[in-house]
């Protein structure tokens, strides 16, 4: 009896072993091998990564990726078995210390992809002192939207902003030359105008944000509400976005924006609301020099894959998705993909890829993420409680906003304390 136990734990043991076998299901019905990639391309872009991916089965015999697109593809990455995640720049450095990423340079060599390919600003995000720890995508942005209608030709400086309103408001007083929310992209609000006063955020290992030059930077936006009128009062969340699609309802009056600083993911909807009406442009110098924040998406290797067959097989996706002629297909989604060769046939058509084309320049004077462990929670504070003060509070004075920045602070430091290493 004891015998018989015995076997059957160690069938259990072999069954469960092949089941679980590492970081993907295996070999397909016809004996391809199987990778599995996970991302979050839930919205209209998705249907463009599956382009690349479904493109890249056809077009062998060896290899089948497959895809999940996920809304929380972080907590089932977590969770599950990859062989390839999609992460955004900045949390690169949180799941590298946490140790669930490894570096994928030999990869990409045998992919033939050198990080030299890409635009210098992608190329730093995943480069570490101790290698490579992703393949950058894309990166996106603040971008501007505007309605030709409103403002035929697109704001470039506060000045600007400041004359379009007042142009604006002689028509209808319900009409601003843009909208500033109090959440949905306070922490792109923030950091852009960080970045066009150059005011460098880190110190240590966490966000100083208790610096006499933000606190200045942040009233801009308090002005542009409060005192220039640049800004109707009281946007919520996505209100930037919500007031250019005139879907605001401010004392019983409809407000609009004749621009919008927001996401890109927003181009879809604002192109079938204004269509040719729809112009597209950087994001206007509102402080001292240029400069833009957003995010970007990278390629991870999971520090699970180890099997030689499976990390081949990565190579020879990562080969085929990195050749312009398939990678041009995420553009076509409106992303802008950091890949250089890849931005060249963009730039070369620029009619046909408007909104990459147009974030393409912005790439020089982008700012993205600095590598910190827990960045998104490093910069909650300031975000869900400052920055909405800033834009809602009137009465908002240098010296209150201090006192908040300094909490914000006193956040971040013991956030980075939680840091592995």
């Known amino acids: 009896m004891k015998k018989l136990a015995f076997f059957l ?46 493109g890249f089965n056809e077009s062998q015999d060896k290899y089948v990726i497959k895809e999940s697109q996920e809304k929380d593809h972080y907590t089932k990455f977590k969770t599950g078995n990859y062989d390839l995640v999609i992460i955004h720049t900045d949390l690169l450095e949180t799941y590298k210390q946490d140790g669930m990423i490894q570096d994928i340079s030999s990869v990409m060599e045998t992919a033939g992809v ?31 939207f505007y309605n030709k209608k409103l403002a035929p030709e697109a704001p470039q400086t506060y000045e600007d902003f400041a ?16 909208g500033v929310p109090s959440a949905g992209l306070g922490e792109w609000f923030i950091m ?6 150059g005011i460098d955020l880190v110190e240590d290992n966490y966000m100083n944000f208790a610096q006499e030059e933000l606190a200045d930077a942040l009233m801009i936006y308090n002005n542009m509400i409060f005192k220039d009128k640049i800004s109707p009062e009281g946007l919520g969340l ?45 994001v206007p110098v509102i402080g001292e020099q240029p400069g833009v924040y957003g995010a970007g998406h990278t390629l991870a290797l999971p520090s699970s894959v180890t099997d030689e067959e499976r990390i081949a097989g990565i190579a020879e996706f990562l080969k085929y998705m990195y050749t312009p002629e398939n990678l041009i297909n995420w553009a076509d989604s409106g992303q802008a993909p950091t890949h250089m060769p890849t931005m060249e ?70 956030v980075a304390e939680t840091a592995p290493q």
Request: net charge negative.
């Open 9 to 54: 734990v160690i069938l259990a043991v072999l069954f469960l072993s092949a089941c679980g076998g590492g970081s993907g299901s295996g070999e397909t019905a016809d004996g391809k091998i199987e990778l599995t990639y996970i991302n979050g391309f839930t919205g209209g872009d998705g249907d463009f990564m599956k382009k690349i991916t479904d």
């Open 114 to 144: 050198s990080p030299d390919d890409f635009h210098d600003k992608a190329k730093e995000q995943v480069t570490f002192d101790d290698g490579v720890f992703a393949v950058p995508l894309d990166i996106h942005p603040m971008t501007m």
């Open 163 to 178: 004359s379009l309103t007042q142009s604006l408001q002689q028509q209808d007083p319900n009409l601003f030359a843009t």
């Open 192 to 197: 852009t105008v960080a970045a066009q006063n």
């Open 238 to 282: 996505d209100g930037e976005f919500q007031a250019f699609m005139k879907q605001v309802d401010e004392g019983g009056s409809a407000v609009q924006t004749a621009t919008a600083l927001t996401g890109p993911w927003y181009y879809q909807a604002v192109k079938e609301a204004y269509g040719d009406d729809l112009g597209i442009a950087s």
């Open 345 to 414: 046939l963009v730039e070369s058509d620029a009619a046909k890829y408007p909104l990459s084309a147009q974030n393409i320049k912005q790439f020089d004077s982008f700012e993205g993420a600095p590598k910190l462990y827990q960045y998104r929670e490093q910069v909650r504070y300031v975000v869900e409680n400052v920055y909405p003060k800033v834009v809602g509070d009137a009465n908002m004075t240098k010296e209150t906003l201090m006192g908040e920045l300094e909490k914000a602070t006193e956040q971040s430091k013991q």
